[in-house]
């Protein structure tokens, strides 16, 4: 591999590796924002999450190109990028590699927690809507295990999918 075609790469790698902290960042303040009930900033996170995943998307795209890989293997994946890198580049590629797949855990963490976060929300805001409506008549209670128990009332509020 040329070494122009492997400096563009390593580039993209660093764009990528950026894009994915502004993403991470976006997820930190989503939870600040679950938290506060600033549903106007959750909108502008959501349209910000969007435009951040198309610019990653947009670098796979590039680095493939960059790749000039045949055309049954146009897909991206990292460890097939490492193959075709030059043993002398290979360890610059590994930290970056390596930093890539530490901030997908981090933003995955984060995306999870955060859809937690709405699910126990949702749920509960479901429970008091039928406390209060009367629809949950059997009741929500403690067994003798201290565990919650839940009927099986319908559920009135439930996350945008």
């Known amino acids: 591999m040329e070494t122009s075609n492997v400096r563009l790469i ?8 950026m894009l994915y902290h502004d993403l991470l960042y976006c997820f930190k ?3 600040e924002s679950l938290i506060n009930l600033d549903l106007d ?14 610019k990653i998307n947009a ?8 790749l000039d890989l045949q055309e049954n293997q146009k897909t991206f994946e990292l460890n097939r ?7 002398e580049y290979r360890a610059e590629f590994q930290k970056l590699y390596l930093r890539l797949i530490k901030l997908k855990s981090e933003i995955e963490i984060f995306r999870k927690e955060n859809m937690a976060f709405v699910n126990d929300s ?12 009367g629809a949950d008549e059997s009741g929500i209670m403690y067994n003798d295990k201290c ?4 009927s099986g009332a319908p559920v009135l509020l439930s996350r945008e999918v």
């Not at 390593?10 to 590796?17: A, M, P, S, V």
């Not at 900033?41 to 198309?54: G, M, P, Q, R, T």
């Not at 990028?81 to 043993?87: A, F, K, N, S, T």
């Open 81 to 87: 990028i490492m193959d075709l890198i030059g043993v």
């Open 122 to 133: 949702l749920q509960f805001l479901d429970e008091i809507i039928g406390i209060i409506t």
């Open 10 to 17: 390593e580039k993209l790698f660093y764009q990528k590796i």
């Open 41 to 54: 900033k959750l909108w502008s996170i959501s349209k910000e999450k969007e435009e951040i995943c198309a």
């Open 147 to 150: 565990h919650f128990n839940k």
């Open 59 to 66: 670098a796979k795209q590039e680095i493939v190109a960059a």
């Open 29 to 31: 303040h989503e939870r």
